[in-house]
Nanobody, 125 residues
């Protein structure tokens, strides 16, 4: 099983950028699809973006399309989330997750079986 640790969260103003990192330990990280989810206070965890094990397939939620970019460096066992043009509604705890995924399951949190502890992103207006 892979262990995940997120970093890079913080407090920024609307319009600013942040880059989150998800560092993985354990074997065969390059075999795992990886996703980012977020959860705002009082709301359910929601899908943000995901990337296949090879990096060849990427999914984005409509709410972040054109502003967020997911990428991965399998040599460094790390997945990144570049967030640009941040909005107050992006405020949430962001979680990295990994699993053996097929196309129909990337958006489903229950398909992932390894989760990080989360990193807080706060966007002020």
């Amino acid at each position: 099983q892979v262990q995940l640790v997120e970093s890079g969260g913080g407090l920024v103003q609307a319009g600013d950028s942040l880059r989150l990192s998800c560092a993985a330990s354990g074997r065969t990280f390059s075999s795992y699809g990886t996703g980012w989810f977020r959860q705002a206070p009082g709301k359910e965890r929601e899908f943000v973006t995901a990337i296949s094990a090879s990096g060849g397939t990427i999914y984005y939620a409509d709410s972040v399309k054109g502003r967020f970019t997911i990428s991965r460096d399998n040599a460094k066992n790390t997945v990144y989330l570049q967030m640009n043009s941040l909005k107050p509604e992006d405020t949430a705890v962001y979680y990295c997750a990994a699993g053996f995924l097929v196309s129909s399951t990337y958006l489903m949190p229950q398909a992932y079986y390894s989760w990080g502890q989360g990193t807080q992103v706060t966007v002020s207006s």
